[in-house]
């Protein structure tokens, strides 16, 4: 993780870019990046978008990615630990043996 982050944060910074990305607009980012995600499937079956957009698909996550890292790094998140927190949470939630 350290090294996609570092890598994002020195994009970031190179470009000046940091006083524009506040909590609210990176959130705001990856809701219109996660939109655009979707908008690959519209109206498509599975198959067919992914047939048809495979590449856009990959560069629509990854920006959902990359707006979701720099919220965590803003805010101080270390989203490693909170997605292992949230798998332990949600282990508790939806045991094995209640398929």
Same mark, same amino acid.
């Given at each position: 993780?350290?090294?996609?982050i570092d890598k994002i944060t020195s994009f970031r910074d190179?470009?000046?870019?940091?006083p524009y990305h506040n909590e609210k607009d990176l959130a705001? /980012?990856?809701? =219109?990046?996660?939109?655009? =995600? =979707?908008?690959?499937?519209?109206?498509? /079956? /599975?198959?067919?978008?992914?047939?048809? /957009?495979?590449?856009?698909?990959?560069?629509?996550?990854?920006?959902? =990615?990359?707006?979701?890292?720099?919220l965590a790094d803003q805010m101080g998140v270390d989203l490693?630990?909170?997605?292992?927190?949230?798998?332990?949470?949600?282990?508790?939630?939806?045991?094995?043996?209640?398929?």
């Amino acid at each position: 993780m350290k090294n996609i982050i570092d890598k994002i944060t020195s994009f970031r910074d190179e470009r000046g870019w940091k006083p524009y990305h506040n909590e609210k607009d990176l959130a705001l /980012s990856i809701s =219109l990046e996660a939109n655009e =995600l =979707l908008e690959n499937f519209q109206w498509k /079956s /599975s198959e067919e978008a992914i047939a048809e /957009s495979r590449q856009n698909i990959k560069e629509e996550m990854a920006d959902v =990615l990359i707006y979701l890292i720099q919220l965590a790094d803003q805010m101080g998140v270390d989203l490693e630990e909170e997605v292992f927190k949230k798998m332990e949470k949600n282990a508790i939630k939806y045991p094995v043996d209640k398929k």
